[in-house]
């Protein structure tokens, strides 16, 4: 039978676990502060950022809510960021997306100085992580390797398969999983025969954006499915890009959705709000 991999336990260990540290960090004078800012009124980023505020709220980060009319043009927000960048009493800066289209991400993403980075999406950060150097790594690719690693699920040696190559998830998994040496493929809309090589993989990263894309047919016998996917279904009812009730009993591990991935993401920004404050310990 198939273990579900409980995001939601863990994401709560890693909380806790923070909760702690931060304590620590408060006695000896240390506040940890974030700045989370939205444009616009997007309902899944409204819950998303609502969330993240109270995963600040239960660990002791302090957190300042910056929620920006649709209205809100480039240059507006480009001098909020430059603000929050030089405030001495802001860690980590993240701006929720995706931003509305008159918004260029990039210009948004490269503006928030790498050392506030805890979205790890920067550059520099992306840069650092390939070198392996110090750094913020995207959220949701770390709570991944975070899951993995608490689940006893062993990375080295085996094969992984990517499939999706964003910045946010892809490409960052992709690199995390070859730090921890296993043999990586990143699969995309291009690649030939995807059920073959989906088929290889010990472990299957599946960030298609497509609800309930894989079934059976793309899963080898006792593979770990990781599903990085959110959407509603017709019933309005939270699917992943795996369907679950297909593979299940083909798997030997699987993320549930909800409480799989998306969990670990608000976990690990709150780590590296933690590691912001290290981060700039060192290198300001
Ligand atoms: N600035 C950022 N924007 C976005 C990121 C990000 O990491 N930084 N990632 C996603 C959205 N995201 C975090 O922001 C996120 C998505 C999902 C979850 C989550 O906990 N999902 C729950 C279900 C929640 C629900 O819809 O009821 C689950 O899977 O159990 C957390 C964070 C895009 N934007």
Redesign the pocket.
């Known amino acids: 039978m198939a273990f579900l991999i409980d995001?939601?336990k863990i994401s709560s260990q890693i909380k806790d676990e923070l909760k702690t540290e931060i304590a620590e960090m408060k006695k000896k004078g240390t506040e940890v502060t974030l700045a989370v800012i939205q444009v616009g009124n997007d309902p899944?980023?409204s819950?998303?950022?609502g969330?993240?505020k109270k995963a600040c709220a239960y660990i002791g980060i302090r957190s300042l809510a910056y929620e920006l009319p649709e209205s809100t043009t480039e240059m507006e927000l480009l001098t909020l960021i430059d603000e929050l960048n030089n405030r001495k009493d802001v860690n980590g800066i993240?701006?929720?997306?995706?931003v509305p289209a008159h918004i260029n991400e990039k210009h948004i993403i490269e503006a928030i100085h790498p050392l506030k980075d805890v979205?790890g999406?920067h550059p520099r950060n992306v840069g650092a992580l390939v070198t392996g150097e110090d750094g913020f790594v995207?959220?949701?690719p770390a709570g991944i390797i975070q899951l993995l690693k608490r689940s006893n699920i062993d990375i080295d040696g085996k094969e992984c398969v990517v499939v999706g190559r964003s910045n946010?998830v892809g490409k960052p998994m992709a690199i995390l999983l070859l730090r921890e040496n296993a043999t990586v493929t990143i699969c995309h809309s291009h690649t030939k025969d995807l059920k073959e090589v989906c088929k290889r993989a010990d472990i299957l990263v599946a960030a298609i954006g497509k609800p309930k894309f894989f079934n059976r047919d793309y899963i080898k016998e006792g593979a770990v499915v990781i599903d990085v996917g959110?959407h509603r279904n017709e019933q309005n009812k939270?699917c992943g890009d795996v369907d679950r009730d297909d593979v299940m009993d083909l798997v030997s591990a699987i993320t549930?959705?909800?409480?799989?991935?998306?969990?670990m993401?608000?976990a690990m920004?709150m780590y590296n709000c933690v590691e912001a404050v290290r981060l700039q310990k060192t290198e300001r």
């Open positions: 995001g939601k899944a980023s819950v998303y950022v969330n993240k993240l701006v929720q997306l995706p979205d999406f995207s959220c949701t946010i959110i939270l549930p959705v909800p409480g799989g991935v998306g969990p993401t608000i920004l």
